[in-house]
């Protein structure tokens, strides 16, 4: 059984703050990272796609994947309210048709 | 573009009832998925399509059933609707040559 897991939160952050957001995966084998977000009542919405260790960073946000902790996390710099939303993790593994596996998600709050 | 389009928005049926939750997307591509996301849950994969003409199960396909004769379209028929069943449930397409899965506005269902 493939797993994504992440804490549910909500995780609640100062306007301006960096919020950090956690996920780990259990199949070793997965190859491809994604972060999305979901506002309440909408669709998930792609923000950051990454592939291989390190760091990605694109505007405020950063993702961050570790292979061999099998850790994927994404950063949230200058934390707006509009930042206010669920943020999904979803894996993708070593067979075709690009299948996701998501995790629970976690609830983000930016407070003024 | 309308990007994936869904239909119903809303749904109530009666426990025992069937009915077809309809995808369509303009944007040519191959692949297509169908996932449902319970409350304070992430997505699970249902059924999944790499072409026309081929489909495979997901995660969670008891209970339902998909066919996918054109590249546009993707239905998603619910036979003998039971409680369970109650979700919301979201289509998404994505180019093979991609990663990117664009997701529809969803369907939300009440099995009753």
């Known amino acids: 059984q493939k797993e994504v897991e992440q804490n549910s939160g909500p995780l609640s952050v100062p306007e301006g703050a960096i919020a950090s957001l956690n996920c780990t995966y259990s199949?070793?084998?997965?190859?491809?990272f994604f972060w999305y977000r979901q506002y309440s009542g909408k669709s998930p919405e792609l923000i950051m796609s990454?592939?291989?260790?390190g760091d990605k960073e694109d505007g405020r946000f950063t993702a961050q994947l570790n292979k061999a902790s099998q850790y994927v996390s994404l950063l949230i710099r200058d934390s707006q309210p509009s930042d206010s939303a669920t943020y999904l993790c979803?894996?993708?593994?070593?067979?075709?048709?690009?299948?996701?596996?998501f995790g629970t998600g976690t609830r983000l709050q930016v407070t003024l | 573009n309308a990007g994936v389009t869904q239909t119903p928005k809303f749904r109530i049926l009666k426990i025992g009832q069937s009915m077809t939750l309809q995808c369509t997307q303009d944007?040519?591509?191959?692949?297509m998925y169908w996932y449902r996301q319970d409350p304070g849950m992430g997505l699970k994969l249902i059924y999944y399509?790499?072409?026309?003409?081929?489909?495979d199960k997901g995660e969670v396909p008891n209970g339902y059933n998909v066919s996918r004769s054109t590249t546009e379209d993707f239905p998603l028929r619910l036979e003998l609707a039971a409680p369970s069943q109650t979700s919301v449930y979201f289509c998404?397409?994505?180019?093979?040559?991609?990663?990117?899965?664009?997701f529809g506005p969803g369907t939300r269902l009440t099995v009753l």
């Open positions: 944007m040519n591509h191959n692949y």
């Open positions: 979803a894996v993708t593994g070593t067979g075709t048709a690009s299948k996701l596996t």
């Open positions: 199949d070793r084998g997965s190859q491809s």
């Open positions: 998404a397409s994505l180019w093979g040559a991609s990663d990117t899965q664009y």
């Open positions: 990454i592939y291989s260790n």
């Open positions: 399509s790499v072409g026309a003409g081929i489909t």
